[in-house]
């Protein structure tokens, strides 16, 4: 006789192994044609809103794990929220104008920009920019990111265009754009200027040079022929210099040094004495800044006046006091330059090279005119120490090369016309982590205006025409009218015609008399494009609402798309586009670096799914600290997979133990549980509340852990461990089993969704081993609810308690393992000697404990101090561990003196024999 075939063995066509790399582009397939999205807008109709908005990625090149973690990270949000109460529509998007697709055209395809137009040109980087957002979108697709990806939004599109064209008219007439010549970040390498989001810092070994500047009208306070000093790292803006800069409060010094008198801050004569090598010197008299104001010093090249003026950004950190100005090459320079009635002399051209207004240096680029204007300096007795320092210095973003400061006529959004109402938005804002509302309020009260336009062909022109007498032209009828326009034809149309054939028909304007009109040839900076979504996709479509519940990018969008949306929507509306904002750190190797492939150390989504599958790449998204920066690297994707593989061979325990359970005829009812199946559900309650208080907070990680203890802990080191004894053993009917079985179907639902924001893939293919369920997917069913169960505080505290006990009572078996008592827990017969605290709860164990212990013997040997020497000692209880006497019963492997007792049966135990005998009476 075949004892096995009367076990009630786990039985599932669920597969051990995910073989997620295979099995998860069918999963997709499946929701494509089932359009899951639909199906989950529809489940959640008429529910509350809410709006996670996406910011776009740029359209150029493959995803990378920072956009993993970004689009990850949003779709745990949008599927939670979906499962619980709201109808939370994901509408994802790109960005899709700018730098990077003109170089990807001009460079990497060789196309001949010069040759063709620029309504041609531009009509390639838009082909370009639609093969990227295809590649771009089956990429995010793979990672299991549900979305409305058929409808996203792209910021080329002319609807998109047309409303940001919209936000720029209403920012005009509430009269926040102006143009103007003020000095600007300018990329000569993109030939371009930037905003201050295109800025990153980077080392840079500039000169560093103490100049003399010889003073011509004292003023009756400093006599002529003293000098003031000036320190500075870039010499190639020695000749733009028109002043000189004090601050009012600070003490100078007249220092006399070998016959030469020099003005110095006295704070910093010590360190200009030992910069410029000075052996013996003396301070002669002090005076305030205040009396130097008006004084005229001579330029040192060119014998022009250089006033000296008083300024609030004079400090004493480094240089020498007396600052060198020259208001067409420094935003502080400027301001004080327009104060004192200053020309913006700015002899730079746009590729980085000096103009005729530098005379003796025309035609340099740049930084090579460093060294023949300081040898000039030097030959004019001007130069007093050339030095080298590599210091922190503005980079373009894109080109990786050194930016200047650079007065143009630009095209600008006035901040400060706002700025009260921009830092109430931000205080109105709620921040995780909350770190962020300081560090965008320090950047709105400090920053300047914004330069919105660019010297470049591919973006969204600036909607300004001119009339013949140069005047600009922002009127309610032009702006409506190329709006309308735009949406009709797209921005193209803006290159394709003349300015008389995009003005509105009958157009006139008294600066025209003749009724000709020219147009702006620059197009808006990128950041105005992503910023004007809160307008051109919240406003525009019918299935979103402005402003959003939430913002979800990279803490780098501080100064970029939380920056920019905040500015045009506060402009435009008065209001922040975003009740929230949440931010996430940078994913780097497992030893912290960034990622490069000069490195060799970049950890590819693509690879890691081919190899490990999304679902992995998801769990190791939950597992990380994700508000600061991340690291992953194949031994970090190795560890989650380990974790992965515990959760689905839970999944898997308990779908096969409930091959033979019907919710609807088996279900025990919670009163009618033992006490320890009782103890589980408030356990599996208590975890329901975690995972969804997490979820809400967005603390993924805790999720991760608390998921996984659950699995490890709870279940498989505990109940699962026990309960096989049950559940193989008993008959299909028996009340213990079907108890069991209860607890596992409630397990399973729960878990399946509480885990499903964060693996999709997995919990469907579960959901589709469990007959009982009539939803077709787990994405279309809400999240557990967390129950009231009677008596649940003292329950879990009394077998929290019989837990630690056990854990005493492991320890001991583990011990005798290693002594070679026993081989298995089952060979073992165990004695315990606990204290009174112990007794009693042993005693309210109603259980079978040596079910609990997984041993063959259990008895209560005695009070704790009548243990015996050997006994291995824990704080509540002593225990003895003895070879269980008996044989070892063929069929549940008890070891018991009953084997043999029963005539039929006489490998079996006496329990087994009577379950063996009432299975083939049903047979």
């Known amino acids: 006789m075949e004892y096995k075939d009367t076990l009630l063995m786990p039985k599932t066509a669920f597969p051990m192994r995910g073989n997620l790399p295979n099995r998860e582009p069918e999963m997709q397939e499946k929701w494509e044609e089932m359009n899951i999205y639909k199906k989950v807008q529809d489940h959640t109709k008429g529910r509350p809103m809410f709006v996670l ?34 109808n939370a529509p994901y509408v994802p998007g790109w960005d899709t104008h700018g730098l990077p697709i003109e170089t990807a055209l001009t460079k990497n395809k060789k196309i001949k920009r010069k040759e063709m137009s620029v309504a041609e040109f531009r009509k390639l980087c838009e082909e370009y920019a639609w093969q990227q957002i295809e590649s771009q979108r089956e990429q995010f697709k793979r990672l299991g990111v549900r979305g409305d990806w058929d409808n996203p939004y792209v910021t080329l599109k002319p609807v998109y265009e047309a409303q940001q064209i919209k936000v720029f008219g209403e920012m005009a007439k509430k009269g926040y754009i102006y143009k103007g010549k003020k000095p600007v970040y300018w990329s000569p390498s993109s030939e371009s200027a930037l905003a201050e989001a295109e800025i990153e810092y980077a080392d840079k070994r500039s000169p560093s040079i103490y100049v003399a500047f010889d003073i011509i009208d004292g003023k009756d306070v400093l006599k002529n022929g003293e000098k ?17 800069a004090v601050h009012a409060d600070l003490e100078y010094s007249i220092v006399e040094v070998e016959g030469n008198r020099y003005v110095v801050a006295s704070a910093l004569v010590d360190s200009v004495a030992k910069a410029v090598e000075w052996e013996a010197y003396t301070v002669d008299k002090t005076l305030k800044g205040s009396e130097l104001e008006h004084i005229v010093a001579s330029h040192p090249l060119y014998g022009r006046d250089s006033l000296v003026m008083l300024g609030e950004h004079v400090t004493t950190d480094a240089g020498t006091g007396c600052v060198h100005t020259a208001p067409g090459h420094g935003e502080d320079d400027f301001i004080i330059g327009q104060k004192n009635g200053l020309d913006v002399l700015c002899p730079v051209d746009e590729k980085g090279y000096m103009t005729g207004e530098a005379p003796g240096f025309e035609g340099l680029f740049y930084d090579e005119a460093n060294k023949p204007i300081t040898e000039k300096l030097d030959e004019a007795g001007a130069l007093l120490k050339l030095s080298f320092i590599t210091h922190s210095y503005p980079h373009d973003w894109r080109t990786k090369k050194p930016t200047i400061f650079r007065a143009t006529a630009q095209w600008f959004a006035s901040i400060k016309d706002f700025r009260e109402e921009l830092m109430q938005a931000v205080k109105e804002t709620k921040w995780v982590p909350a770190w962020g509302e300081t560090r965008l309020f320090n950047m709105v009260r400090d920053r300047g205006d914004w330069c919105i336009s660019r010297q470049r062909a591919w973006g969204v022109p600036i909607p300004v025409f001119y009339a013949e007498n140069g005047e600009p032209i922002i009127t309610d009828e032009t702006i409506e009218h190329v709006s309308n326009l735009f949406r009709e034809h797209g921005s193209n149309v803006w290159f394709e015609r003349e300015a008389n054939e995009l003005l509105p028909e009958g157009f006139t304007h008294e600066g025209s008399p003749n009724g000709k009109f020219s147009k702006e040839q620059d197009i808006m900076d990128v950041w105005f494009d992503s910023g004007s979504s809160h307008q051109a996709v919240l406003e525009e479509r019918e299935d979103l609402v402005r402003p959003a519940d939430l913002y979800l990018e990279g803490s780098d969008q501080y100064r970029g798309w939380f920056n920019s949306s905040l500015s045009t929507a506060v402009a435009v509306t008065g209001k922040a586009p975003y009740k929230g904002i949440l931010s996430h750190g940078f994913a780097l190797d497992g030893d912290g670096r960034k990622m490069s492939k000069s490195l060799g150390n970049v950890v590819v989504p693509a690879k890691v799914m081919k190899q490990l599958g999304a679902d992995i790449l998801r769990l190791w998204v939950a597992s990380v600290d994700y508000q600061a920066d991340v690291r992953v690297s ?21 779908l096969g133990n409930l091959a033979d359970f019907d919710p609807n005829q088996n279900k025990v009812p919670y009163e009618e549980l033992r006490d320890v199946d009782r103890y589980m559900l408030v356990k599996l309650n208590k975890l329901t509340d975690k995972v969804k208080k997490s979820y809400e907070q967005y603390e993924y990680a805790a999720i991760y852990h608390a998921v996984h203890n659950f699995c490890t802990i709870e279940l498989s080191s505990f109940y699962l461990d026990f309960a096989k004894d049950i559940l193989y053993i008993e008959s299909a009917d028996h009340q213990d089993r079907r108890a069991i079985q209860t607890v596992l179907y409630e397990t399973l639902l729960s878990l399946v969704k509480l885990v499903t924001p964060i693996l999709p893939h997995t919990t469907d293919e579960v959901w589709q081993h469990i007959e009982s369920v009539k939803e077709e997917s787990v994405q279309l069913v809400d999240m557990p609810d967390v129950q009231k169960l009677e008596n649940a505080d003292a329950l879990e505290k009394k077998w929290d308690a019989f837990m630690a006990l056990r854990d005493d009572v492991l320890k001991a078996l583990e011990a005798a393992r290693n002594e070679k008592v026993i081989g298995k827990s089952l060979a073992a017969s165990i004695s315990l000697y606990p204290n009174e605290e112990s007794s009693n709860l042993l005693e309210s164990v109603n259980e079978d404990l040596k079910q609990l212990f997984i041993v063959s013997g259990f008895e209560i040997g005695g009070k704790y101090e009548e243990a015996p020497k050997d006994a291995h000692t824990f704080e509540t209880v002593k225990i003895v561990v003895n070879k269980a006497d008996g044989e070892t019963c063929e069929r549940c492997w008890i070891v018991t003196p009953e084997v043999g007792e029963d005539p039929d049966h006489q490998t079996l135990c006496l ?13």
């Open 634 to 654: 194949d031994a970090i994707l190795k560890q989650v997979a380990e974790v992965y593989r515990k959760i689905r061979n839970t999944f898997r325990f308990l």
């Open 228 to 244: 003031f000093i000036i320190w500075t790292t870039t010499p190639w803006t020695i000749p733009a210099n028109l002043g000189i």
């Open 53 to 86: 908005h996406d910011g776009p990625p740029y359209a150029n090149g493959d995803i990378h794990m920072g956009h993993a973690l970004n689009k990850i990270l949003k779709d745990f949000i949008v599927r939670y929220k979906s499962m619980s109460g709201y």
């Open 911 to 923: 329990r087994c024999a009577s379950i063996v005998k009432e299975h083939y009476a049903n047979a």
